[in-house]
């Protein structure tokens, strides 16, 4: 069960200058909540390439970012919304090596490997909304001595 925390920002993405505010939104977030330099690092990585393809391919929307709770871990939910065109094939934008040009060239399929949690809602002509979680690494548990 995931439990919202509550919105934590709605930033705008409307031009190069608005990616560069969500990047720094999303690495001064999940360092705040623990996260690792990699983990920072991948769900940094994650949130330009959606944040880019919101920009490039919806024309422009939003991202929201949302602190989460499951299991006694913290984690950061990011919503990037639109109302573009839609993803007419859904299915080959998220095959692996597919890209459309322009991004990092990741494309939506290695944005989802980046993550812990990826869910997009698409229709052609209504839009979409990609929703990305990252949780906090728990550190091990100490072994017990035999």
Not at 16 to 37: E, N, S, T, Y
Not at 103 to 116: D, N, Q, W, Y
Request: hydrophobic share 40%; net charge neutral.
């Amino acid at each position: 069960m995931h439990t919202a925390a509550g919105v934590e920002a709605c930033l705008p993405i409307r031009s190069d200058m608005d990616l560069v505010w969500v990047r720094q939104h999303v690495r001064q977030a999940a360092a705040r909540l623990g996260f690792g330099l990699v983990d920072q690092t991948k769900l940094i990585t994650a949130a330009s390439e959606l944040a880019r393809n919101t920009l490039v391919h919806g024309g422009g929307g939003q991202m929201e970012a949302t602190q989460v709770g499951r299991a006694g871990a913290q984690g950061l939910r990011l919503a990037f919304t639109d109302e573009g065109p839609g993803i007419a094939d859904l299915d080959r934008a998220l095959s692996d090596g597919y890209t459309s040009g322009g991004g990092l060239g990741m494309g939506l399929s290695g944005a989802r490997r980046l993550v812990h949690d990826f869910d997009i809602d698409t229709t052609p002509g209504t839009g979409t909304t990609v929703r990305v979680t990252c949780w906090v690494s728990r550190p091990p548990r100490p072994r017990e001595e035999a």
